[in-house]
């Protein structure tokens, strides 16, 4: 007879306007956090559309607790931090029909749109600006 799993305990957040944007809030946050007994403590996912590098930066500069994965990119990007690397079959996954060239060729194609600086993108994220009336939005 095979034992029960235990459940699974996570907490994943967005960053921005979430955790980040009040100082004072994100500061709460951590504090609690780290109260928190590693029994008691579900797993830390911090997800979000930067880049991995950059949510990782968070919690080198003592903003935000440590997490243990880091979901960039708009998911396209996985960190696992105990393991201490990317995870490489979702990059295999990825790779499957992805065409990024394609992507931004039919992108191009709008004259509304434009990419996004080059440092918010990367092989398997390609993001892009909207003119709208009232300014750009994300797309």
């Known amino acids: 007879m095979s034992a029960t799993p235990p459940p699974v305990r996570l907490f994943s957040t967005d960053l921005d306007g979430t955790l980040l944007g009040n100082p004072e809030a994100s500061q709460r946050f951590k504090t609690a956090w780290t109260v928190l007994s590693s029994e008691a403590r579900p797993l830390l996912v911090y997800n979000s ?6 949510l990782r930066r968070f919690v080198d ?10 979901v960039g990119g708009v998911g396209t990007q996985v960190f696992d ?3 201490g690397r990317m995870l490489d079959e979702l ?3 990825l790779a499957e ?4 060239a394609r992507v931004r060729e039919i992108a191009g194609r709008f004259p ?3 990419p996004q ?3 918010f993108q990367h092989e398997f994220k390609s993001s892009w600006f909207l003119a709208t009336r009232t300014g750009c939005r994300r797309s």
Do not use: I, M, S
């Open 49 to 54: 559309g930067r880049l991995v590098d950059d």
């Open 61 to 70: 500069d003592g903003t935000l607790p440590a997490a243990d994965f880091y």
């Open 81 to 83: 931090v105990k393991a």
């Open 91 to 93: 990059y295999a996954h």
């Open 97 to 100: 029909g992805w065409d990024r």
């Open 112 to 114: 509304a749109v434009r």
């Open 117 to 119: 600086p080059d440092e």
